[in-house]
């Protein structure tokens, strides 16, 4: 017999998938509507996990509930635009010359661009989207949590944690002491722990917020593979500027090689010096690539109600959601975990290339 608690939270998941279903679809429902055309369930996917110039709630009736979002473009031809996204009512509407380009073979589908001598251009475009409104409400949220948390000991001080600071405090104690000290050493992880933890805490964060299907939540920030990109970058950087004479001469000079694999063929040589770009590449595409498959497979799940519904009638479609709502809500569960796992991860790679930088030869 479940405990009351459990019940809860599976009761609170399956409403969250339902605020989820209805946020997913609302927005694709009524295009498939206004243009008479059978449900797509890729075009869908892809609408949802990607960015977007609005941020759409819900659709109630014809009427949608979005927030729009400041465009910024910089033309060559008529200089600098600002405006809000909703002068394109919904991608309808050109406005001073620009518009979202639509067409299912467009390779610029969903960007803005402007209309030059019959050609469509892309302008330098730095518009606050989706995922940018994201990345601000998460360091807003980040700072939050972690000054409150401050001031918390500055009050607090000998005394245990309590609320906030309790749930904070582990996982900062484990980033320390499970990653950035076993992985660089006693000597040199207190200068590495502040990148850690912010790497950490911001991937951490942000899979969690886009588990929330509605408002601040939804948006596909580490899914997004220039987020994830620029992620790496930082630990590239860091690691190549870290990287002590022992580091260099161990990828140039590998020792315990054969002097025929580095010589007149550097073959090791070439492959250590490939590895200083692979690692962060990998880094990169493994985030990317589990969070967006993490969206891609709940909204598959949503989908098959609408396939089985267009295939074989309604019944079929309120027959199917039972199963698909119960898989989502299994794939939410474990979607809770791959978010710590992701940031742990990421943490920990990072953590073992600033060590392998920084080791001293022995």
Do not use: C
């Not at 991608?91 to 073979?105: D, L, N, P, Q």
């Not at 709502?325 to 992701?342: C, D, G, R």
């Amino acid at each position: 017999m479940f405990h009351k608690s459990k019940i809860g939270f599976v009761i609170f998941l399956s409403f969250f998938t339902v605020l989820f279903n209805l946020s997913a679809f609302s927005q694709h429902e009524t295009k498939v509507e206004e243009a008479e055309e059978s449900f797509n369930p890729g075009e869908m996917i892809m609408e949802h996990v990607g960015d977007a110039y609005v941020w759409h709630i819900m659709t109630v009736g014809e009427h949608h509930i979005e927030i729009p979002l400041p465009v910024i473009l910089y033309s060559k031809h008529s200089g600098f635009h600002v405006f809000m996204s909703s002068k394109f009512h919904h991608g309808h509407e050109s406005y001073e010359g620009f518009k979202i380009a639509a067409g299912k073979e467009n390779p610029l589908k969903g960007k803005i661009v402007e209309t030059i001598d019959g050609k469509e251009i892309r302008p330098y475009d730095i518009s606050i989207t989706k995922n940018t409104l994201s990345l601000f409400i998460s360091i807003f949220f980040i700072l939050w949590i972690f000054i409150s948390t401050a001031k918390s000991y500055e009050k607090r001080k000998g005394k245990a944690p309590k609320g906030l600071q309790s749930f904070i405090e582990p996982l900062i104690i484990f980033i320390r002491d499970d990653v950035a000290k076993v992985s660089i050493g006693e000597k040199k992880y207190m200068k590495y722990l502040p990148y850690l933890l912010t790497v950490f805490f911001f991937i951490f964060f942000n899979n969690l917020f886009g588990l929330i299907p509605i408002f601040p939540g939804g948006a596909n920030l580490t899914g997004n593979i220039a987020v994830t990109m620029v992620l790496a970058a930082f630990t590239f950087v860091i690691t190549t500027f870290s990287g002590n004479k022992a580091y260099w001469v161990h990828i140039f000079n590998t020792p315990g090689v054969p002097w025929w694999l580095k010589f007149p063929v550097p073959l090791m040589p070439l492959v250590e010096f490939m590895g200083i770009f692979i690692k962060p590449f990998v880094l990169m595409v493994r985030l990317f690539a589990n969070i967006l498959a993490g969206h891609i497979v709940a909204l598959g799940f949503f989908s098959l109600i609408f396939i089985f519904g267009a295939a074989y009638g309604a019944a079929a479609g309120y027959g199917s959601s039972v199963l698909s709502v119960a898989f989502t809500v299994f794939l939410y569960m474990l979607e809770l975990l791959v978010a710590f796992i992701q940031a742990y991860v990421f943490t920990l790679l990072s953590a073992l290339y600033f060590g392998m930088a920084t080791e001293e030869h022995h």
